[in-house]
């Protein structure tokens, strides 16, 4: 597509053409679509990195009350789960275990020394 201008007072015609192609409408959907995909994408990225995707099912309630606790040396997150276990009351150490690592967003249950674990207390 070219735009034509012409100066009458001088006679002198000026041709603009546009270095873009001119889309089609299945193009201009298909930009739309991927912008839009994107978007979305990234959106949702941005989000669970905020922590809005906190709210899961099966997660430790809003009201639960937690204890930091700094692993030591030698230390597994089973030993850190029966203590944790034994202060409550001598619950089941492996549902202690799993809520830990839930609550402290772990895949597997390879803890570091000197990593720190939210333990519910």
């Given at each position: 597509m070219s735009a034509i201008a012409v100066n009458t007072v001088s006679g002198t015609v000026f041709t603009r053409t546009s270095s873009y192609?001119?889309?089609?409408r299945k193009g201009r959907l298909a930009r739309f679509l991927v912008v839009l995909s994107l978007t979305v994408?990234?959106?949702?990225g941005f989000a669970m990195k905020a922590g809005a995707g906190g709210a899961v099912s099966g997660s430790a309630p809003a009201s639960a009350r937690f204890i930091t606790v700094i692993v030591a040396p030698g230390e597994t997150l089973w030993t850190v789960a029966s203590d944790a276990a034994a202060a409550a009351g001598?619950?089941?150490v492996r549902a202690m275990v799993d809520e830990i690592m839930s609550v402290n967003s772990l895949n597997?249950?390879?803890?570091?020394?000197?990593?720190?674990?939210?333990v519910p207390a």
């Open positions: 192609p001119s889309l089609t994408v990234l959106g949702a001598g619950g089941d597997s249950a390879d803890v570091q020394a000197g990593q720190s674990l939210r």
